[in-house]
C-alpha cells in the first residue's frame, strides 16, 4: 500500500473516531436527551375538526412528533398538531377512514433534517372510531381510555408505547427502540416485539399473547390469558399473578420469576443463563414434570408421573426452584 493511501487511511479512520468520541462526550453532557443534544424547532401549531359521522378508522404516520389518542368530548374528531413550517401534515377521509400523514416533499428537502418536536400530536376521536392505525418514526405513541371494536395496530421506531384502559379486538406493537407500557387492557390476540426496550403488562385479559423482546426486560402483573408465550433474548422475565391455559417463558440470557401461577393445562420455562424460580397454584401431584438441569441445583424431580397438567423446566447454567401453592 502506498504511502500517501495510508496517510490519508489513518486520518480518515482518526476524524471518524474522533467524531465518535464528540458525539459520545455529547450525548453524556445532554444525559441522554435528544431535547437538550438537538434542540427542537420553532413550532406551529394547527387544529383541525372532522365530523365522527362515517369515520370508523384512523390512520396515522407521524415522522417526528409523538402521538396521544384520548376520547372526544363530543361525537367529532379534534385534531392539535405541531409542524415547523405550514403544511407539513395532510388530512384526507376516504373510505370511512381518516388518514392523517406528512405533506410528500422531494427527497432533497430532507437532507440533513432532522426537525425534533417536543409536543404530541393530539388526537381526540369519538366512540364511533372502530379501529386504529399508527406509525410513530422518531415520537411517543399513547393512548388511554378507548375501546376499539376493530384492530389496534401500532409500530415505533424510537418512542415510548403506552397504552392505558384501552380495549380492542386484536392488538399488535412492534417497537424498534422504546418501552412498551400495557395497563389494563383487553384484546383477543395480543402480539408485541421489541428489538430494544422494557415491555410491563399490568392487568391484561387476552385469548393468547405472544411477547418478543430481543434486548430487553418483560415484566407481568395481573395477567389471564388463554394461551402465553413470552421470549426474551438478552433479559430477565418477571411475572406474578397469571392465570393461563398454556404459557412457555424463555430467555436466552436472564433469569425467569414467576410467582403465584396457575395453568390449567402446561407450563414450560427454559432459561439458557440464569436461575429459574417460582411458584405454581396446586400441587405436585397435579403436573408430569420434566426437567433438565445441566449447571446448578434443582428442587424438582428429573422425572414425575403425576396429574394431567405438565410442567417442563429447563436450565442450561442456572438453578432451579418452585414452589406449589396449596
Known sequence: MKTSVKVFLSLGIGLLALGLVTAGIGFALGKGDFNRIFPAVSQLEGTKDFSGDGITGLVINNDYNGISIVPSGDEDIHITYYEAEKGEYTFAVADHT?????????????????????????????????????????????????????????????????????????????????????????????????????????????????????????????????????????????????????????????????????????LTLDSDCGAIRGSLYGDMTDFTITTRVDMGESNLPRSYQGGDKTLDVFADAGAVEIDFLQ
Open 98 to 266: 381518516l388518514t392523517v400523514e406528512p405533506a410528500k416533499k422531494p427527497w432533497w428537502q430532507r437532507i440533513g433534517v432532522f426537525p425534533y418536536q417536543t409536543k404530541s400530536m393530539v388526537i381526540e376521536v369519538p366512540k364511533t372510531i372502530e379501529y386504529v392505525t399508527a406509525k410513530a418514526d422518531a415520537g411517543s405513541f399513547a393512548m388511554e381510555a378507548i375501546a376499539l371494536k376493530g384492530d389496534l395496530t401500532i409500530e415505533s421506531d424510537a418512542g415510548a408505547v403506552t397504552l392505558k384502559g384501552v380495549a380492542s379486538k386484536n392488538l399488535s406493537v412492534d417497537s424498534s427502540a422504546g418501552s412498551v407500557i400495557l395497563a389494563r387492557v383487553t384484546t383477543d390476540q395480543l402480539k408485541i416485539s421489541a428489538d430494544a426496550g422494557h415491555v410491563s403488562l399490568h392487568d391484561v385479559t387476552a385469548k393468547d399473547t405472544a411477547v418478543k423482546v430481543s434486548a430487553g426486560k418483560i415484566t407481568g402483573e395481573n395477567l389471564s390469558v388463554t394461551g402465553l408465550t413470552m421470549e426474551s433474548d438478552a433479559g430477565a422475565v418477571v411475572l406474578n399473578t397469571v392465570t393461563a391455559e398454556t404459557a412457555k417463558i424463555k430467555t436466552s440470557a436472564g433469569k425467569i420469576e414467576c410467582a403465584k401461577v396457575t395453568v390449567a393445562k402446561s
